[in-house]
């Protein structure tokens, strides 16, 4: 796992080290609660952000291959090892989420 520096108290924490607790804001309608998750070290509430969810574009052609491959003959999208390249980037895209995101200060809730 790749700790991240928390934006309140710069500790060094990993995501599975975050702990919760009640949100201050009200729930939604469609919500039964609402946590926040907060640093283990200083309990400041942080979030996952950052200019790393750019990295979700990579997952997109593979999302819209298979969307595509629902209402097209498959032939017509036979391109040799397509899929399997598509399937590449979007691995590194995920793994460009994980590895560039950073925790913010989350002061909303
Ligand atoms: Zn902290």
Redesign the pocket.
Known sequence: MFPKN?P??E?QITLHQLGSRPSKRPPKWYQFSRNAQV?P??S?SVKLGGKAFRFLGLVAPLFILTLLQLFIDSDLLSIKYLTESFSVLAAIGFLGVYYFSRFEKNETV
Do not use: F, R
């Open positions: 928390c309140w108290c500790q640093c070290y200083c400041g």
